[in-house]
T-cell receptor, first 113, second 113 residues
Framework: DAKTTQPNSMESNEEEPVHLPCNHS???????IHWYRQLPSQGPEYVIH???SNVNNRMASLAIAEDRKSSTLILHRATLRDAAVYYC??????????????FGKGTLLTVNP | DTGVSQDPRHKITKRGQNVTFRCDPI?????LYWYRQTLGQGPEFLTY????????KSRLLSDRFSAERPKGSFSTLEIQRTEQGDSAMYLC???????????FGPGTRLTVL
């Protein structure tokens, strides 16, 4: 799987928007961009995924650059419960290993009250 | 359905002992995954089952590790002759074929003294 680069940590204030960046300059045409998050003492949790177009769901929005070499996870109003490690993951939907997730170190998001 | 469950949640053992962990996936999920997570790192893929067939094992899974999913439902991960380097969180996830999202359990934290 292609590699992703994320900041080690970010800080936000409660009820403010948060933009979590991810660089994936070697992304291939069949790579989907997935985001998971891991709250303290829990297993990872799916957040959102996309291929080319921006995506929205109840948890977050995913903005994908036109050249697909970067993406941004947007939390519209951060809450204390959003404090977690956020992982940006590329999954090749066309390859033979498209079943497993390859995690990096992720971004530790701290939300201040 | 209560999600993916893992048992035990915590295990402390002495070096050289054998340990076994259990994972109960979401019912009707035919794919089951094991990951390992050490402190400060993202989860690393260990192995994957489709129904009862183990289809891939990571090189991280030494011959001291064995995983089974005998009836295509729950799975067990056994570590023989544990070493201090085996101390980690062992995560289980499940999903169905063709489904993007993986659902993770809370993990089993292993400490080898």
């Amino acid at each position: 799987d292609a590699k992703t680069t994320q900041p080690n940590s970010m800080e936000s204030n409660e009820e403010e928007p948060v933009h979590l960046p991810c660089n994936h300059s070697t992304i291939s045409g069949t790579d989907y961009i997935h985001w998971y998050r891991q709250l303290p003492s829990q297993g990872p949790e799916y957040v959102i995924h996309g291929l080319t177009s921006n995506v929205n769901n109840r948890m977050a929005s995913l903005a994908i650059a036109e050249d697909r070499k970067s993406s941004t996870l947007i939390l519209h109003r951060a809450t204390l419960r959003d404090a977690a490690v956020y992982y940006c993951i590329l999954r090749d939907q066309g390859g033979g290993s498209n079943y497993k997730l390859t995690f990096g170190k992720g971004t530790l998001l701290t939300v201040n009250p | 359905d209560t999600g993916v469950s893992q048992d035990p949640r915590h295990k402390i053992t002495k070096r050289g002992q054998n340990v076994t962990f259990r994972c109960d996936p979401i019912s009707e999920h035919n794919r089951l995954y094991w990951y390992r997570q050490t402190l400060g790192q993202g989860p690393e893929f260990l192995t994957y089952f489709q129904n009862e067939a183990q289809l891939e094992k990571s090189r991280l899974l030494s011959d001291r590790f064995s995983a089974e999913r005998p009836k295509g439902s729950f799975s067990t991960l056994e570590i023989q002759r544990t070493e201090q380097g085996d101390s980690a969180m062992y995560l289980c996830a499940s999903n169905s074929f063709g489904y993007n999202e993986q659902f993770f359990g809370p993990g089993t934290r292993l400490t080898v003294l």
